[in-house]
């Protein structure tokens, strides 16, 4: 069978990268066109555009580049009509997918949703079109299924989060090898997630390394986003207990003592790596004041919201600053408060629901068009 998957950034490149496996295992015949990145070029099938050509944040920068935008709309459309799939496949970055599922919807054409938009969020009026565009709905955190059948009388497949499948599945980190193959030292590690887009990258790298000078005792690594090239974060590397290495971020999780990390889907990888870690955002000014009048959850971060408490600190806009973040580092590195957050990681784990995500994933495809 024929499937079409469209994915929009770096998180979408990898859970797209392993159900596109678990697609080839169930499905000896799978013919696969897509939207992505590095990881699911790496798998096979064909990329039709790079998801470093779609990533827009923010209010903003979406009006900026409104005409790029549908013009890539315009295109997968076309690009869709011409390769004829049996299903797409939209991985979550719902702006694009889901002007392009009510496209194909229209068109007798399969839709499927991996990793659904996150309408519990914001714009729950989305719900409509969400019913109207879509066949299949795959949901990767417990909460949603209740939000969508209960309160929307809805039917979606809880599949369990990718991530867990991600992280059981790769090989182990030597941390002697990485240590000597990135020129790192002994000291214990502090890992910074800055991001993966250039305007969240600058806004947040600034404030993070702030703190660097007071915990002369640790040694400061940036997670370089696959997505940037080493000559950006140049500008940053201007103290010498701070260390950079790019597109390794699962290797240096597995090897940090604690993270600061912008909110993001970084923050669940965290957790799962069960690293203690400080949450952080701060947003275009236009931007943060829109999104604080529509979204009305209780925290930024996924940890908290599957948890509903505030597991990790979250520090947001004026709060992100070099004071609060050099207390709860502090925190963060004392053993008691360590040994508590990891205790209510464990829980965490357990309520995603283990590994297998992309393989239940890939037989609800399968079956539904059979």
């Not at 040694?219 to 260390?243: C, M, R, W």
Request: proline fraction near 2%; glycine fraction near 6%.
């Amino acid at each position: 069978m024929k499937y079409y998957i469209i994915a929009g950034e770096a998180s979408g490149d990898l859970h797209g990268s392993n159900l596109m496996k678990a697609l080839y295992e169930e499905d000896a015949t799978a013919e696969i066109r897509f939207w992505g990145g590095d990881l699911m070029q790496n798998v096979g099938g064909t990329l039709v555009k790079h998801y470093r050509e779609l990533a827009f944040m923010g209010f903003a920068e979406v009006v900026m580049n409104l005409k790029t935008i549908l013009n890539n709309i315009k295109f997968c459309k076309a690009d869709i009509e011409k390769f004829n799939p049996d299903v797409i496949i939209f991985i979550d970055y719902p702006g694009f997918n889901m002007r392009i599922a009510k496209w194909a919807k229209a068109r007798g054409i399969k839709t499927h949703y991996y990793i659904a938009p996150q309408i519990w969020a914001w714009k729950e009026n989305r719900i409509k079109a969400v019913k109207r565009d879509f066949d299949k709905l795959f949901v990767i955190l417990p909460f949603e299924k209740d939000f969508f059948e209960v309160k929307h009388h809805f039917k979606v497949d809880f599949v369990g989060h990718p991530l867990i499948d991600a992280i059981h599945h790769r090989e182990k980190t030597n941390e002697v090898t990485f240590r000597k193959e990135n020129n790192l030292d002994d000291k214990p590690i502090i890992a910074i997630l800055p991001g993966s887009r250039k305007q969240e990258i600058s806004k947040m790298l600034s404030v993070m390394l702030s703190i660097v000078d007071d915990f002369s005792d640790y040694q400061f690594v940036i997670a370089g986003a696959p997505s940037q090239d080493y000559h950006f974060y140049e500008q940053f590397l201007t103290n010498k207990n701070v260390k950079f290495i790019s597109n390794k971020t699962y290797d240096l999780l597995s090897v940090a003592r604690a993270a600061l990390v912008t909110s993001g889907t970084a923050t669940l990888e965290t957790a799962l790596f069960k690293v203690p870690e400080v949450v952080c955002y701060k947003g275009g000014y236009i931007s943060y004041q829109i999104a604080k009048r529509i979204i009305t959850l209780k925290y930024i971060s996924l940890v908290n919201l599957i948890m509903d408490e505030e597991v990790v600190t979250e520090l947001i806009q004026d709060k992100c600053n070099t004071k609060n973040l050099r207390k709860e580092l502090s925190k963060l590195l004392e053993e008691k408060h360590r040994n508590a957050l990891l205790e209510k990681y464990n829980q965490l784990e357990t309520k995603l629901g283990g590994i297998g995500a992309s393989k239940k994933t890939a037989k609800f495809i399968i079956n539904d068009l059979k």
